[in-house]
């Protein structure tokens, strides 16, 4: 079945503009995630989306971050003023919830990432 | 509080040889799942390996397995016969009851050699 779908794949940009990303998850998925990666470095969480909760954004690292999830599916991370440290690879994920007293063995399903670089 | 700790930013190990990756984690849960995952160069994050809080059993995938040791709060991945094509970064994951949230360690970079 489809994956993951991020666009777009690549997005150059200059130092100042806004730019949105796009996440599609894997249909009934109710978790997303957004994460940013440098080059050779780890996954920076910026934020989580829930079902109908409430987002954790407690990653975003700055204002000019945002993002929003439409319907519970389709999610857009919003970069605005963008800076030249905002360059790297964006990757969303999404899973099913577990549930409590059940499995936890739903796996996040990454997208390929977009990657960004402010110039 | 980091839930996941990566003490390995970088390993070497020979060709077809063993290799453990160490991950312990922080929660005070008694319902959680560790799960491993691979980057390789090309980006893409695959899934191998899943473990939860209440199995008995070390889970094993093919060439994978996941040590847990409960007590400890590890859940370290070895790696049998490694191979050229397991030369990759290796996260450590956790996902927690409370806010059913994954929480990532840093991250192990692994080279294998010829």
């Known amino acids: 079945g489809a994956g993951v779908s991020q666009s777009p794949s690549n997005k150059v940009t200059e130092k100042g503009k806004d730019v949105e990303l796009r996440c599609d998850p894997i249909s009934g998925h109710t978790a997303l995630y957004w994460y940013r990666q440098s080059l050779g470095q780890g996954l920076e969480f910026l934020i989580y989306?829930?079902?109908?909760?409430?987002?954790?954004k407690s990653g975003l690292p700055s204002d000019r971050f945002s993002a929003e999830r439409t319907g519970g599916s389709v999610s857009t991370l919003t970069i605005q003023r963008t800076q030249q440290e905002d360059s790297a690879v964006y990757l969303c994920a999404s899973s099913f919830r577990a549930w409590a007293g059940g499995p936890y063995n739903s796996p996040l399903h990454f997208g390929n990432g977009t990657r960004l670089t402010v110039t | 509080a980091q839930k996941i700790t990566q003490t390995q930013p970088g390993m070497f190990v020979q060709e077809k040889e063993a290799v453990t990756l160490d991950c312990t984690y922080d929660?005070?849960?008694?319902?959680?799942?560790l799960f491993w995952y691979k980057q390789p160069s090309s980006g893409e994050m695959i899934f191998l390996i899943y473990q939860g809080s209440y199995d008995e059993q070390n889970a094993t995938e093919g060439r994978y397995s996941l040590n847990f040791q409960k007590a400890r709060k590890s859940a370290n991945l070895v790696i049998s016969a490694s191979q050229l094509g397991d030369s990759a970064m290796y996260f450590c994951?956790?996902?927690?009851?409370?806010?059913?949230?994954?929480?990532f360690g840093s991250g192990t970079k692994l080279n294998v050699k010829p």
């Open positions: 929660t005070s849960d008694q319902s959680y799942g």
């Open positions: 989306f829930q079902g109908n909760s409430a987002p954790d």
């Open positions: 994951a956790m996902r927690d009851a409370i806010f059913n949230k994954f929480y």
